[in-house]
T-cell receptor, first 114, second 111 residues
Framework: GESVGLHLPTLSVQEGDNSIINCAYSNSASDYFIWYKQESGKGPQFIIDIRSNMDKRQGQRVTVLLNKTVKHLSLQIAATQPGDSAVYFCAENIPLGSNYKLTFGKGTLLTVNP | DAGITQSPRHKVTETGTPVTLRCHQTENHRYMYWYRQDPGHGLRLIHYSYGVKDTDKGEVSDGYSVSRSKTEDFLLTLESATSSQTSVYFC??????????FGPGTRLTVT
């Protein structure tokens, strides 16, 4: 709910503008990344993913860019709409032998002004 | 949302009481997870299950236990609730791919 948005970086954009949300990840061995969207009072919703052997992946109105050199991930949302207002966070998958660990970032609060 | 429901959705309980949260999924996913979400933190893994009766600890497992007696249900129990366990709890499932799908959450307040 609203408490998720406290203490988070915020991004405020006008409706129709493009949004870029950034994420720095920690582990150079991470092989897979996911972006989630979390609306107030709801659970995180899968948006798009990307494997570490890719630099870019596009979805519907969203693009994820991966820069492994600097361990940076970005989510671009085209023509941002009021319904895009939410907390967005990335997750990195860290292989642990035959298992794996998914580690989540704290997120960015996106506010879209009509 | 991969057909995931959580119950209850909201609960207020007193310190020292036992609490059980339930996660139910209809996707026949093998893997199930319990996370907590607190301001200033990312989602933190409490426990997870990789099959019926197969569970393991996550990074913040102290004070919590889990059980999975059938594929569709994963229970999280706080044996003796403390105020530090006030949080929003999310269940997630995965079919074996690394993407996880989340339930709507349970807001627990321990007074």
């Amino acid at each position: 709910g609203e408490s998720v948005g406290l203490h988070l970086p915020t991004l405020s954009v006008q409706e129709g503008d493009n949004s870029i949300i950034n994420c720095a990840y920690s582990n150079s061995a991470s092989d897979y990344f996911i972006w989630y969207k979390q609306e107030s009072g709801k659970g995180p919703q899968f948006i798009i993913d990307i494997r570490s052997n890719m630099d870019k992946r596009q979805g519907q109105r969203v693009t994820v860019l991966l820069n492994k050199t600097v361990k940076h991930l970005s989510l671009q949302i085209a023509a941002t709409q009021p319904g895009d207002s939410a907390v967005y966070f990335c997750a990195e998958n860290i292989p642990l032998g035959s298992n794996y660990k998914l580690t989540f970032g704290k997120g960015t609060l996106l506010t879209v002004n009509p | 949302d991969a057909g995931i429901t959580q119950s209850p959705r909201h609960k207020v309980t007193e310190t020292g009481t036992p609490v059980t949260l339930r996660c139910h999924q209809t996707e026949n996913h093998r893997y199930m997870y319990w996370y907590r979400q607190d301001p200033g933190h990312g989602l933190r893994l409490i426990h997870y299950s990789y099959g019926v009766k197969d569970t393991d600890k996550g990074e913040v497992s102290d004070g919590y236990s889990v059980s999975r007696s059938k594929t569709e249900d994963f229970l999280l129990t706080l044996e003796s609730a403390t105020s530090s366990q006030t949080s929003v709890y999310f269940c997630a499932t995965s079919g074996g791919g690394r993407e996880q799908y989340f339930g709507p959450g349970t807001r627990l307040t321990v007074t």
